[in-house]
């Protein structure tokens, strides 16, 4: 057995068993057709700039590689703290106000829920499989397999760490600071296929590189370096949507400002002195109907003039995404037929 350490995690690879090699693999992809991909991925992806897809390639590289089906058991023993929750009764005093007594404080019974924390260690394992491609050139790929058994190994546990750690069975009401003590990669079995591997530079519009590797029989991007995407909120606006904006902040700051007097602190330690003071009930009730007045006028703000301009901005946003999105499929069909490629839109 080989094993390595990873982030404090011992991965332990049994020797591999089995190797199918399959050397002749059906090739349907074109060279056309991969240009069609790559065109189709950029123009389809709504995150990147309308003419993202208006590429040109550099030589198109075609290289053998080995795509590996890997199968096998994965052990995992790990170790956490669990919880369990019980219920605490508590008593807690809060002041409350008396017209005869005055301040004073009453305990009041509460309840909260606490944890009772113990260490745990488990044990793990299911059947996963992994699939790894080397775009490099390997002339005898039984000997390459056995002196790389252990990095293909650890692939099988990479992965699947995501399902692995969803299905760790961890008792207790709740966990935390669960970690590997070691991984076991056992019972592995693993294919090779030969493939085809188209490798190019495609340049952008401003003349800008990037980098596209494809696997031609698994139809699956190897690499694929795009555009940074874009900001849907940069998108050009007309002047109306921008105005709209600026009503709405307004709206914003009329509503705080009729909000502000009754839910203020200052009005509230008003209320509490008028209302212990047997000269100051009239005056109380007064500045209780005036909060209750903005009170409403707010509301009515928020829903009648608020609401409706939220429905107007949603609309013209809406409208501006459609848009772009027709501007790309237009762009789309236009670069496919510049490259001849409008056969297969």
């Known amino acids: 057995m080989e094993s390595t350490t990873v982030k404090n995690t011992t991965i332990i690879a049994e020797d591999i068993k089995n190797i199918h090699v399959i050397n002749d693999v059906d090739v349907k992809c074109s060279i ?6 790559v065109i189709r991925k950029l123009g389809n992806d709504m995150s990147l700039p309308i003419d993202a897809c208006d590429v040109t390639f550099s030589n198109i590289n075609k290289v053998y590689g080995y795509s590996f089906i890997i199968r096998g058991i994965v ?11 019980y219920k605490d009764i508590y ?3 809060e002041e ?17 829920t606490l944890y009772k924390w113990s260490p745990y260690n488990g044990v793990f394992q299911n059947k996963y499989n992994s699939y790894v491609i080397k775009d490099v050139e390997i002339n005898n790929v039984n000997s390459y397999v056995k002196e ?3 990095n293909l190994s650890r692939e099988l546990f990479f992965q699947n760490s995501d399902k692995i750690s969803n299905n760790l069975k961890i008792p207790g009401d709740v966990n935390e600071d669960y970690d590997f003590d ?9 294919s090779a296929f030969k493939l085809l591997i188209y490798k190019t530079n495609y340049i952008d519009k401003h003349g800008q590189s990037y980098l596209v590797s494809y696997d031609a ?3 699956m991007f190897l690499k694929f370096n795009s555009p940074k995407p874009i900001n849907k909120t940069s998108l050009p606006k007309p002047k109306e949507l921008n105005d709209l904006y600026d009503q709405r902040e307004l709206i914003h700051r009329k509503i705080n400002n009729l909000e502000k007097f009754p839910n203020s602190t200052a009005t509230t330690v008003i209320k509490i002195i008028l209302c212990v003071s047997i000269y100051g009930i009239p005056i109380f009730i007064i500045i209780q109907i005036i909060c209750k007045i903005l009170e409403h006028k707010a509301y009515k703000v928020r829903t009648n003039e608020l609401d409706i301009l939220n429905v107007k901005i949603n609309g013209i946003e809406k409208n501006i ?3 772009f999105k027709k501007e790309k499929e237009e762009k789309l069909k236009e670069v496919l037929k510049k490259n001849n490629l409008v056969k297969i839109i």
Request: include cysteine; hydrophobic fraction near 25%; charged fraction near 35%.
């Open 182 to 190: 070691s991984i076991i990669c056992k019972n592995v079995e693993i």
């Open 96 to 112: 409350k106000y008396d017209e005869d007594l005055g301040w004073y404080k009453t305990p009041v019974t509460k309840t909260r």
């Open 91 to 93: 008593t807690e005093y």
């Open 148 to 150: 790389n058994e252990l």
């Open 75 to 85: 052990e995992i023993h790990y170790h956490c703290s669990i919880g369990y929750a």
């Open 321 to 323: 995404e459609n848009n």
């Open 32 to 37: 056309d057709k991969f240009k069609e991909i």
């Open 217 to 219: 029989t698994h139809d």
